[in-house]
């Protein structure tokens, strides 16, 4: 139970930080919160049984850097747009037949 532990808890660390150094650093999120919790099993396991916890300060030293990463990233990562000038282009044309609406909307209710 404890390898089978140890396994999920390694692939998941790994997957995670290989999520969070990719554009898909989002989906780094869910193989994170595995490995963190697989760890803390594998935690309470070794302290029930006494055995080493040389694998447990690996995976969350994996999990930390793949934490990390993707807070990094989520913070620092700023979309960009591209071809901004036929956003451009619409904007100024609506604001064009707005002004042009408001001058006939403004023309028919003239106060006489």
């Not at 990719?22 to 760890?39: D, E």
């Not at 999990?63 to 747009?81: C, D, M, P």
């Not at 000038?85 to 209710?109: A, C, H, P, S, Y």
Request: aromatic share 8%.
């Amino acid at each position: 139970m404890k390898k089978s532990f140890i396994i999920l808890g390694f692939t998941s660390a790994i997957v995670a930080v290989i999520l969070a150094a990719t554009p898909l650093f989002k989906l780094s999120v869910a193989p994170i919160i595995i490995a963190f919790i697989s760890g803390l099993i594998i935690l309470f396991l070794s302290k029930k049984l006494k055995t080493k916890t040389k694998v447990i300060q690996y995976i969350f030293l994996l999990v930390i850097i793949a934490l990390s990463l993707t807070i990094y990233k989520g913070v620092v990562n700023t979309s960009e747009i591209e071809n901004t000038e036929q956003l451009e282009q619409i904007d100024k044309e609506n604001k064009d037949e707005n002004v042009g609406n408001f001058k006939e909307t403004f023309e028919e209710r003239e106060i006489d």
